[in-house]
């Protein structure tokens, strides 16, 4: 929509670019285990930033989100296991994410109906609620074999690693998501929707179709996790219930996106980055401590900076921008 | 033989309903008087099951002679959380901010758990309440007996304290218009330490309790802060009369679905439920005991 | 011509009847206020027309349609908006950003918004402000900015509750200026005030309440020289 948001800059325009040839060029240098990394940041950054589509901009935050990424590879999963192996894989996967789209369009759509109607803490607690029964279910009922799992085909590019085909899947996932999110923000449905997170019941008032637009954040925000978990499975080799309904991948997404900065492009990946890094090669030896620094971490972020590291910098900025004016005025 | 069948599962129903009722009960009062959701309820019930191993097997203590102790050390626990951590975002009025630090405090404690007691399967067996009875074919034994008298009690004594005494007119007064009982010269901020404090030392009860009658691992706190929120969703905000009943109903499904249905199913029915009444009617069959329905 | 035509209209509580039998009607590009001390019925008026209230008996015509039991935001699609006294601003926003919302998702469309937005700013004398945080501004500020919000939504109608109510006298002054003004633009307003200095200097015609039954109804200085107004209103507190 015009009027709210300054036009990209070159320079933005030109950052991003320098940072997507950085990424492209990054698997025929790095070594396996930093790649295997870089691909974590890059799936778990483009998830955060899914979730940021409803709770970036507006205060319904899902605690539940691993359940259309379970969703996701299960429908995915199942539908391969129906296809045989006469199907080329590559095909097996595409199918399998169109799929995955398709059930979890249907699905968001009949949980947001009564679950969009609940407010804060009630929504939040009620998409947890959500994902913990899809778990439950898909362990319970012999036909998904939750507890079994799924052995997925392994997907072969001449001239590529697996390490590095799955670093340009996510790479391109993560793109996707980025631009989901900027067209979406400055679009019609991104004011709305910021509105919305603000108050409610005034954007109401004013002609914001809120039930619509939460609506469609809350599906688009959806889909977008399945796609991540169709392709997170594939890149395992296998999945069970207990690989992709994780409470710690839906409580991730939030923590990621509180330590960038929420409702940021940005935030929810520099936030993936900094925790998979202090976790993984930091304390990558002392497995014991990774909880407790997660928490403190979370502790210490929602006290000290509850807008995350982009927020925090840009008060900074604003702070000294202030201090300038008013030197200035004073001399 | 089906009449024995559904008594015993009423039985059973009803006990681990009692256990249900004091393990949410504490979770139940600081939604109510500080309107914060506690993620860290589940890892306060491990607490006390911990601690009450921990007394056990360096003084011997049996674990139900250790709930005062317990009760005592997870009061003050659970008032330090509330002044060092949880103040902050109550002072902002975020919700989202509690929520979300007292989710980090839970990963902390769990993991401390971890490097004390290690990630295994711990139980608090008490040699002496494995004997069963049997009243008219229904089969009870000392354990869970017990703990539901101990249950109950609990619930009693809460509820005398928060209708009977000046500390208890003060949380209701606090819960109800926390500005106001300020202006009456009620130190809210005591009120609130006051009310995490006890709160958590419930919890722990509670944690002896189901130590008692089934193992416990260092990763079940999620489930009982669920099972908290559940029980509060049933029942009804604040009140240890709307913990009761909503435990009751939980032990209910609980028995039943596993009985009737199939033993993997009595999550599925517990979330159901939650979420059927998250939107039929989020503050529980009582609403809310200090403020009126939202 | 006429714009709204309220219709022996009734509004019963339980027992309490907060409205009995009124009938008005406010001509077009007029400024109308409702007077009355606390309890006369003015707010529950308000909500009838603003559909926030069913009437339990009446019949309320806008703009030539029937709007009787309307849902709030149907009626304020038909084009009458409501200013609160409680303003409720986007606080993250900038003024103008919270009077381009109104505009851009309002009866008007997207269209021609950012010229909407422009000219409800100006006339509202916030033109200063416009890249002020909502958060940021007094409640004199918040009120106009709560106007301007309103009549961007291009209304035929606007609703204005106790916009002066709490205001200093210059803050106050400076408002009944933004109201003649907005009138002035072609929006009809049903003012409902407190200030009785207020309602004087910009009503084109003051209707009386009490105890839910209409007493007077004319130009202001008919009004308030009219005895009964004096006794039932004026005479309670020293105006």
């Known amino acids: 929509m015009r009027g709210f948001h300054k036009p990209i800059s070159s320079r933005q325009w030109g950052l991003s670019a320098l940072l997507l040839v950085g990424a492209v060029a990054l698997p025929f240098v790095a070594s396996p285990f930093e790649l295997r990394l870089a691909q974590q940041i890059l799936l778990f950054g483009g998830l955060a930033v899914a979730w940021n589509l409803l709770g970036g901009f507006t205060t319904y935050w899902s605690f539940g989100h691993a359940a259309f990424f379970g969703l996701g590879a299960f429908a995915a999963g199942l539908l391969g296991q129906q296809l045989g192996p006469e199907v080329p894989v590559a095909l097996r996967l595409v199918l399998g994410l169109l799929f995955a789209m398709a059930v979890t369009l249907a699905a968001a759509v009949a949980v947001a109906l009564p679950v969009l109607r609940l407010r804060g803490i009630y929504f939040a607690i009620a998409m947890l609620a959500f994902a913990q029964i899809l778990g439950e279910v898909s362990k319970t009922f012999d036909v998904f074999q939750g507890a079994i799992g799924f052995t997925l085909p392994i997907l072969k590019v001449p001239g590529l690693a697996k ?21 979406m923000r400055r679009s019609r449905l991104g004011v709305g929707l910021t509105c919305i997170g603000q108050d409610e019941d005034t954007a109401a008032m004013l002609g914001v179709p809120t039930e619509r637009y939460k609506l469609t954040a809350f599906v688009i925000s959806a889909v977008l996790t399945a796609v991540g978990g169709v392709l997170y499975s594939y890149s395992l080799g296998f999945m069970t219930a207990d690989t992709v309904f994780r ?18 492009v940005a935030g929810p990946i520099i936030g993936a980055a900094i925790m998979i890094l202090l976790t993984q090669v930091v304390l990558g030896d002392l ?20 807008k995350g590291l982009i927020g925090l910098v840009r008060d900074m900025r604003r702070r000294r921008e202030e201090t300038t004016v008013e030197e200035g005025a004073a001399s | 033989m089906t009449g024995t069948l559904f008594l015993q599962t009423l039985v059973d129903g009803l006990i681990l309903g009692g256990i249900f009722s004091l393990s949410a009960v504490g979770f139940s009062l600081i ?36 709930i005062p102790l317990v009760f005592g050390a997870l009061f003050v626990l659970g008032g330090l959380v509330q002044i060092t951590l949880v103040s902050g975002a109550v002072r902002r009025g975020s919700l989202m901010s509690s929520l979300l630090i007292t989710f980090g405090v839970s990963l902390m404690l769990r993991d401390l758990i971890i490097l004390v007691f290690g990630p295994d399967v711990q139980s608090l067996s008490s040699s002496w309440l494995f004997d069963t009875f049997r009243i008219g074919g229904v089969i009870v034994d000392g354990a869970r007996a017990s703990g539901l008298i101990a249950s109950l009690l609990s619930l009693g004594l809460l509820s005398y304290v928060l209708y009977r005494s000046k500390v208890g007119r003060a949380m209701r007064a606090t819960a109800q218009q926390d500005f106001a009982a300020g202006l009456c010269g009620i130190d809210v901020k005591k009120i609130y330490a006051m009310t995490f404090g006890v709160s958590a030392g419930f919890a722990g009860v509670s944690g002896i309790i ?19 929120f559940v029980t509060v969703v049933l029942g009804g ?58 | ?104 998702f309002g009866r008007a469309g997207e269209r021609d918004a950012k010229a909407t937005t422009t000219r409800a700013i100006d006339i509202c004398h916030l033109t200063p402000l416009r890249d002020r945080r909502a958060g940021s501004l007094s409640i004199g500020n918040l009120r106009r900015l709560e106007l301007a919000r309103a009549i961007a939504a291009r209304p035929i109608l606007l609703l204005a509750d106790e916009p002066c109510a709490g205001l200093n006298d210059a803050e106050t002054r ?17 003012l409902v005030e407190h200030d009785i200095k207020a309602v004087r200097r910009v009503s084109d015609r003051v209707v009386v309440l009490e105890a839910g039954r209409k007493i007077a109804d004319g130009s202001a200085t008919d009004v308030f020289s009219d005895q009964a107004v004096i006794d039932a209103y004026l005479g309670t507190a020293p105006a």
Request: with cysteine; hydrophobic share 50%.
């Open chain 1, 163 to 183: 390490v590095q085909l799955f670093y340009f899947l996510f790479l391109v996932f993560l793109m996707v998501c980025i631009g989901l999110f900027v067209v």
């Open chain 1, 247 to 264: 409470i710690d991948i839906s409580l991730n997404l939030i923590l990621y996106s509180m330590v960038g900065g929420i409702g940021t």
């Open chain 1, 287 to 306: 497995l014991d401590l990774h909880m407790l620094v997660t928490g403190a971490v979370l502790v210490a972020m929602v006290t000290l900076a509850p």
């Open chain 2, 31 to 66: 939604f109510g008087v500080l309107g914060v959701v506690n993620l860290s309820h589940g890892i306060f019930v491990l607490l006390g099951a911990y601690l009450g191993l921990a007394l056990k097997e360096a003084w011997g203590i049996d674990p139900l002679m250790a």
């Open chain 2, 210 to 228: 189901v130590g008692l009658i089934n193992p416990f691992t260092p990763f079940d706190d999620t489930h009982w802060t669920l099972n908290a």
């Open chain 2, 237 to 294: 905000v604040g009140s240890p009369v709307g913990a009761l009943l909503g435990g009751l109903m939980l032990g209910g499904i609980s028995t039943f679905s596993s009985q009737y249905v199939g033993s993997l199913y009595p999550n599925v029915f517990i979330f159901g439920a939650l979420l059927l009444m998250l939107i039929v009617r989020p503050n529980g069959l009582l609403g809310n005991a200090y403020k009126g329905s939202v």
């Open chain 3, 1 to 104: 011509m006429t714009v709204l035509t309220i219709e022996s209209l009734t509004k019963q509580f339980r027992g309490l009847r907060a409205i009995e039998d009124v009938t008005l009607t406010v001509e077009r590009d007029s400024i109308t206020s409702i007077v009355g001390p606390n309890g006369a019925g003015k707010s529950t008026l308000f909500n009838m027309v603003s559909g926030y209230l069913k009437p339990t008996s009446g019949r309320i015509e806008f703009d030539g349609h029937d709007i009787t039991g309307m849902a709030p935001y149907r009626i304020c699609r038909q084009g009458v908006a409501r200013a609160f006294q409680i303003s409720k601003p986007f606080p993250e926003l900038s003024v103008q950003e919270n009077v381009l919302v109104a505009a851009s």
């Open chain 3, 174 to 190: 400076e408002l009944t200026n933004v109201l003649s003004k907005i009138r002035d633009s072609g929006v009809t307003i049903l």
